[in-house]
């Protein structure tokens, strides 16, 4: 089987009155069919970005996507989500990619009734008549753990806690059962205990559905109770990839290094925002010439100020792109 999502070379930048904001600088990598990828990184990494970029969703202008490829492999075949027309990406976004962003106000319509909103999206992607969608509607907010669905289905947005808002944003990504799944910080504005439900949420219903899932996160501690694998941008960049547990074990990069090191346990639902590292992220303003974490790692050698280090293959499922072999203590 064909993965499900292959990334080649993604560019992102934004025109600004500052200049042209680099923000993502060649980002690759391969989405398993049903696999869930966690991507972490500090802030300004272009987590987000490479993600609404995949969706369609930069505003255009100032954003542009320079380069880059994006197959998804769908139930219509292969297709490249970077050149689809606006109504082929409306297709596709909502009924084969669902998708939960992190703040669940600017992703609701708060003059429409959550009932309204489900049916929307099944009435549009799948063709429901108004009564299946309705009854679908319940059916869903009763999976997704909403208590009293015929009465929740008539609610505003405002009647609902901000848990029970990324509920039922959770239900419309999932209405359509979408192979992929994209959740950007989807927990980040919750509290603590409302978090760790909708995380146990997420992997019900990726069991269930066997969609594919890419989880944006801050929070280590979920990354390792969620993800097979986990992917590290920096700058824009991805520096390493690996499945989770050889990722903890056998971190590869300075900059993965350095955001493992402070971290007490791995085995709690407890939040841990990434650990900060001295100094600061390259300035996005300025193109990429050489390795983007250089300014900040202890192993910098000439090298890191001459290229891009490109991934290097440890093991056929672990990258890193680090000029320096931090095992081994010198120059790869
Ligand atoms: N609309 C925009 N106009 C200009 N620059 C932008 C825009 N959106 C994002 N950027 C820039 O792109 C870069 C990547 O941003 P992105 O939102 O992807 O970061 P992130 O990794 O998701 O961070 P966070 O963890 O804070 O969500 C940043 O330098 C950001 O300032
Ligand atoms: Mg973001």
Redesign the pocket.
């Known amino acids: 089987m064909p993965p499900l999502l292959e990334i080649h070379n993604l560019v992102t930048t934004?025109n600004?009155i500052d200049g042209l904001?680099h923000?993502?600088n060649g980002v690759s990598f391969t989405l398993e069919q049903g696999e869930t990828l966690a991507i972490v990184?500090?802030?300004?990494?272009?987590?987000?970005?490479?993600m609404m970029s995949l969706l369609g969703l930069i505003?255009t202008p100032?954003?542009k996507i320079e380069q880059g490829e994006a197959i998804f492999h769908g139930p219509g075949g292969a297709r490249d989500l970077l050149h689809l027309s606006p109504a082929q990406m409306r297709d596709v976004r909502g009924g084969q990619i669902g998708f939960v962003f992190q703040d669940p106000g600017s992703t609701l319509n708060p003059v429409l009734t959550v009932g309204d909103q489900i049916c929307e999206s099944l009435t549009r992607h799948l063709g429901l008549s108004r009564g299946a969608a309705r009854q679908r509607a319940l059916e869903l907010l009763a999976e997704v753990g909403i208590p009293d669905p015929a009465l929740r289905i008539n609610n505003y947005p405002f009647q609902l806690s901000g848990g029970m808002r990324q509920r039922v944003i959770i239900a419309i990504a999932i209405a359509c059962r979408p192979q992929l799944i994209i959740a950007?910080?989807p927990t980040t504005a919750l509290d603590v205990t409302v978090q760790a439900q909708i995380v146990d949420l997420f992997k019900k219903l990726r069991q269930e559905l066997g969609a594919a899932v890419i989880w944006?996160t801050?929070d280590l501690g979920v990354v390792a109770g969620i993800a097979h694998r986990v992917m590290v941008?920096y700058g824009?960049r991805v520096v390493e990839v690996a499945p989770v547990d050889e990722l903890y074990e056998r971190p590869l990069h300075p900059y993965t290094l350095g955001l493992l090191g402070a971290l007490p346990r791995l085995d709690t639902h407890e939040q841990r925002r990434l650990v900060s590292i001295e100094g600061t992220p390259p300035d996005?303003l300025l193109p990429l010439r050489n390795c983007p974490f250089a300014w900040r790692c202890t192993h910098t050698f000439q090298r890191c100020w001459e290229a891009i280090p490109e991934p290097v293959e440890i093991s056929p499922t672990h990258q890193a792109a680090c000029f320096f072999d931090v095992e081994k203590g010198e120059p790869r």
């Open positions: 934004f600004t904001v923000a993502v990184g500090e802030s300004g990494s272009g987590k987000s970005v490479s505003p100032p954003g950007d910080e944006i801050h941008l824009g996005s």
